[in-house]
């Protein structure tokens, strides 16, 4: 549960914080859609690169804050390792103005998180 609860909080997170999150639709659903990609494809670098250089990304459930793309980058291949079937899959999304919400289901298998 509490693997579950800190995904969610951490796509979230890179959902609202991400370089480029604007008041267009479309481009908040790409960005939407940039992000679910990087971390579906299990892809730390693709995940560090959606965020600003001066990055402060906290995981409130773990403990865990990763200050600039390095430490993100490293934070996000942990995630991947400790559940290697990681998978986000998109159930609804809104957008309205520099406001979003992104409904999604996790799953994966902790092996060591």
């Known amino acids: 549960m509490k693997l579950k609860i800190a995904i969610v909080i951490a796509v979230f997170v890179s959902i609202c914080c ?3 999150f604007t008041m ?4 908040s ?3 939407v859609a940039s992000n679910f990609a ?3 494809a299990h892809d730390a670098d693709k ?11 906290e ?28 998978k986000l899959e998109i159930v609804s999304k809104t957008s309205m103005g ?4 992104v409904e999604w ?3 994966g298998t902790d092996v060591g998180l």
């Open 38 to 40: 990087a971390w579906n």
């Open 105 to 107: 289901v996790f799953s």
């Open 24 to 27: 267009g639709r479309d481009k």
């Open 18 to 20: 991400c370089v480029g």
């Open 59 to 86: 995981d409130v459930a773990f403990g865990m804050v990763a200050h600039g793309h390095d430490e993100l980058q490293k934070m996000a291949a942990g995630f991947f390792a400790g559940v290697p079937d990681f």
């Open 47 to 57: 995940v560090a690169s959606l965020y600003t250089d001066d990055v402060v990304y």
């Open 29 to 31: 659903a790409d960005l």
């Open 98 to 101: 520099n406001h979003g919400s």
